[in-house]
């Protein structure tokens, strides 16, 4: 009986999904909220993009997890139980999707617990956590280790999980990568300014199976994070059914819950355990 | 006998043109006004990339939507006429292409019935509107309501037609996409800085087919927006011929004028009406 | 016996090579002479990359065009004349590469006349002028029409020649487009920023074969813009050869140098004749 | 027996790795110490993409060069080390990754000679230099002479080695260029804004494999440059492996490390001797 977080397979794909909506604009300037255009190519991601992307895993029969912001689960109050009751991971994606790397200790705590808050009322537990932007603080995986959660999945210090010895106590990580964001390869919005270039999906498939296919000759986890707002659109849809359809054909690759893998992760003694900690990179060398 | 927006075919698809000329530099500064090879690289498109579209269309049979801004039509006097002659749309594109999120309500207003003042004198009857750079604000859709027209084309709170409920009364939202720009594919000016990466018509053709695809699935609407000194060039004018025949040959597609599309939406029942209205956005959350 | 500028082509090439050298980044600011990796990247163009351009357009048997900034002219005294004694064009390209719209007219005048004189001072005899970052002045073409030149190449008014109508008297415009430059595909600096994303010569090959094959359809003028220091490099060059050797094989594709174009084109009575202008632009529409 | 520095081969290939780790990210400022993410997306290279680099290395058969900035070399102590053991080059890639372009001499010289305080220490044998953000001064080579160095690698006036008439005496130049660096294709970061589009490694494979061939043609040095935190992902080992597969492939193709190309170069009397010196450019021509 395997105890590899892995369980043999050649690669793990983690399928995420962030359902930013209007929080990725916003924190980038309440005076945004009066633009009308760009507010409606957000809202496209929870009301269109939502339901096409669950449609699609249902087809397939793949699980998921699904980063939400605290904000966008109070603003849209069923949307968090709609997923987790198609059988979906929902995971803490801070409340605003302000960076933490731009607040105040306590005011990354605050946002950090009423993020949590929410969820507490909405009776939606738990496991993980994301920063917003991937910009987390060196006090993110504290705070995430704190509050009881089992793993954070915004640092990219390797392409397989690795725990982290929080001051708190252990959590496993599981690293992203921007290569691994569909960010990169489609949003655009010219105010604020977000992306210079919209991909075709054939190259964006063709990016992630190339990943895949070094991925599994490593043995690492694909952590694939896709937004619905962008990948929800059909033709980008079907670019996303398609690399499911192929990951599933390789026949070596298995698909699982951050929270799973996680819960893998976290007893696999093969996995090495980093303490994070910022370079000692002194003024006389860096300034600024 | 069917009463479905999209009468029965698997996507609609309506071809729209927005002959911005000199108007979208010009709102950037009336300084470009100084820029020789700018102005002519803007004149391109009324003066040599619109007859070559015009022609395209006419070889294979197909009708389109033209957004013209009032400014534009009233410096080119006999332009909108030349359109509407050929059996196309002339739709309403702002009088100055400045953009509405730039403005006052009373500037908002007054930009709006400069232009259908151009265009009632030029006997043009309009039914639609389109908001400079896809910029609405929050006002926009209850001015078109207010004026009559019939259709706005600047959100994207979805993939299909939608009904909007604007203060004076229901409009039909023929929603956009940066992804179904071609701006954002081959735009280029270095100053004003425009654009970074000049693709190539393959890809573009490329990226087109594939969201056409991925719309026949979902039954959605495909609303191309292209640009006489953009999509004009010759290599470009020839990607899109190729997604013209591409999308007849499919069998399933639809071509329609906008106003059309727009008229069969408003009585369809099985399509959403929303009211857009800004998000909740406190000042607590989010700063500036 | 044919007058018509393309002599019944279907597309007429002029290949046409800007030898900047170090200028485009000494015009952004004198500090960058101090930064000696830029400079070797820009003197690698007149160095390396103009003797591979000469010995492919020796191999292929095509005549092409040089614009020479006066200052590269001036600072390498042997180059303009090796490249006229190898049979082809020399023409104009401003003296600094400082673009005109930033000048004066006092000094955009000094500038012309600087480079001219240079030229005049090596016995290269000049027919025609491209102005540096393709930012002419409403003035440029007159300067060109008034020194007796014959030909400008900076409008992009049509992919077509066509006569301007200069207050001196009329000269021909060879129009430029940002798509058929090599700089938006493979330029990249750092510092200045100049470029996004190096693009691959296999995306650029295909960008002009589709070009080329748009303007076969529209009989236009293919008026390619590449730099020494950029399609210079080894496997560019393999591009540039390999597009060359596409043209010929279409078997209706003609090359020339710039100063013939220009000299059919001056007298071929169906291209026509335009009177460049600012638009008339109120600062009540637009402020700035 | 040849005295050419290609030995006869089309094209030589130096595979260089530059393991900056932190470094390039702290020399936009010391406050980015505090972003956990980008930290470790930077700690990936020393801790994830090196080892899988130096694999690939040794499952090939083919020798490297790496160079290392001195803060990375002191930070983590046996790292230099371990690279020499596996038979690769060591070689001095400045002290902190700060360009020398925005240093006094004084602090050029300091950076400079602390690095190579740092090899000392660790008893790493340095017989050559690339400039940090490959922005060397004119400064620059006259260090490397000064300090017994047999070459530099920053400059890029040729695509074949060069011989630098530097004032201590005459040292090599093997040139690099930004097409054949992989942080122009894959490198992505936020803040501090770094690329603007991840491409597929697939690209970045065509585009390598277009640069060799074009450079077997015109017997050159193909001196890649690639960096453990982008080419150690997964995806794209792979397309380092299987461009180095492909030259091996080629039969023509001969791999070095750095110093032996610098040896055979500093005695072809084929090749030309360089003295680099900044272009006469007045400010009565250029401002600023």
């Not at 997890?65 to 109050?77: D, L, M, N």
């Not at 397989?160 to 690293?175: C, F, H, K, N, T």
């Not at 296919?213 to 059914?241: K, V």
């Amino acid at each position: 009986m395997t105890t590899h977080w892995h369980q043999d397979a050649a690669a793990v794909v983690t399928l995420t999904f962030d359902v930013d909506a209007e929080t990725p604009v916003l924190a980038q300037g309440r005076r945004y909220a009066g633009h009308a255009s760009t507010m409606s190519h957000q809202a496209y991601g929870p009301d269109v993009g939502l339901p096409r992307i669950l449609g699609i895993l249902d087809d397939l029969g793949v699980p998921a997890t699904f980063f939400v912001p605290g904000w966008v689960a109070e603003h849209r109050p069923g949307l968090a139980a709609s997923i987790a009751e198609r059988g979906h991971e929902v995971a803490h994606h801070s409340y605003s999707h302000r960076p933490a790397t731009s607040m105040t200790p306590a005011e990354e705590r605050a946002d950090f617990e009423r993020a949590l808050a929410v969820f507490a009322d909405q009776g939606i537990e738990i496991a993980g956590h994301r920063a917003a932007m991937w910009e987390a603080s060196w006090r993110t995986t504290d705070l995430v280790a704190e509050h009881g959660l089992r793993y954070d999945s915004s640092l990219m210090g390797d392409d397989r999980p690795y725990r982290i010895a929080a001051i708190p106590g252990d959590i496993v990580e599981l690293p992203v990568h921007w290569s691994l964001d569909d960010w990169e390869q489609y949003a655009f919005l010219p105010e604020p300014h977000v992306g210079s270039v919209i991909e075709s999906p054939a190259k964006v498939l063709e990016l992630w199976r190339a990943e895949l296919d070094g991925m599994r000759r490593y043995r690492c986890l694909f952590n694939l994070c896709a937004h619905p707002f962008l990948s929800g659109r059909p033709g980008r849809a079907e670019a996303l059914r398609r690399f499911i359809e192929y990951a599933l054909a390789c026949g070596d690759v298995r698909f699982a819950r951050c929270r799973e893998v996680a819960e893998a992760a976290a007893v696999d003694q093969d996995l090495p355990t980093r303490r994070p900690r910022p370079p000692d990179a002194g003024p006389d060398v860096y300034p600024g």
